[in-house]
């Protein structure tokens, strides 16, 4: 199952890489600095059809069209493009992020970047992996660690509290990396780089296969308040290490 997914999606990302003049390809959508470019529609299409062919029963939710949340079984969760605004401006930090699912548990995520070749997967059960070898979050405290952030920046209301609470993070960690791709951020922390990654107001395509693989390194994926991420709605996220995690919801 992972490794049917995992050649598809190393075959969309040949799109990714085949791209130019992306800023000349953009539509804007709904929200502030949210943007789709025809790469992004052209990516969810290959994998949609690609997917569909291996997976017959399975439904589909991707970032670039209508979602029915609703449907139970078999379904993948697709983000495309995640950081299209780093593709739109060749900042090459880009990924595709793949998430199968039975009902509302993920069960098997890619991550692919396709500009440093790095494909981060799991499956449930059987832990996570970087390019076939195994991962695992760090075991340094945020105090001594990293942190990552997302500025939601569709979501203009968020940015006061974003910015209030990276202060303090700031000031407790030995510094602060944003690389504009969610997807990214989570397997950054699931490999053990950084110690923790949050943001408001994600979609389930943003985090959906980052969550199965994080966790599969050891690593904790919550709410704000606590409770488990919801794949049908938007959530305020924090992923990290558990020492990372005991430290940062002091600062909440």
Not at 13 to 24: P, R, T, V, Y
Not at 78 to 104: E, H, K, W
Not at 110 to 127: C, H, I, Q, R
Request: aromatic content about 10%.
């Amino acid at each position: 199952m992972l490794n049917k997914i995992t050649e598809i999606v190393k075959e969309a990302g040949k799109i990714i890489l085949s791209a130019h003049n992306q800023e000349n390809t953009v539509t804007a959508k709904e929200g502030k600095k949210n943007f789709v470019t025809k790469y992004d529609v052209a990516v969810q299409e290959f994998l949609f059809k690609e997917l569909g062919k291996a997976f017959p029963d399975a439904q589909f939710i991707g970032e670039e069209g209508e979602n029915d949340f609703s449907t139970d079984g078999l379904r993948f969760i697709i983000d495309p493009i995640d950081g299209t605004t780093n593709f739109m401006q060749d900042y090459r930090c880009s990924c595709i992020s793949v998430a199968l699912c039975n009902n509302n548990d993920v069960i098997a995520g890619v991550v692919y970047n396709p500009y440093t070749d790095e494909l981060f997967s799991a499956e449930k059960g059987k832990g996570a992996n970087l390019n076939g070898n195994r991962i695992k979050v760090s075991e340094r405290p945020l105090s001594d660690g990293l942190a990552l952030f997302g500025t939601s920046p569709y979501h203009p209301e968020n940015t006061d509290e974003t910015f209030a609470l990276l202060r303090k993070v700031f000031d407790f960690s030995r510094d602060i990396r944003r690389s504009g791709s969610a997807a990214y951020d989570i397997c950054t922390v699931a490999c053990g780089r950084c110690e923790v990654f949050f943001e408001k107001g994600l979609q389930p395509w943003d985090i959906a296969a980052g969550t199965l693989i994080l966790k599969e390194a050891g690593g904790v994926a919550l709410n704000y308040q606590g409770r488990e991420i919801s794949f049908s709605a938007p959530n305020d996220v924090v992923f990290a290490n558990p020492k990372a995690y005991k430290e940062f919801i002091t600062l909440l």
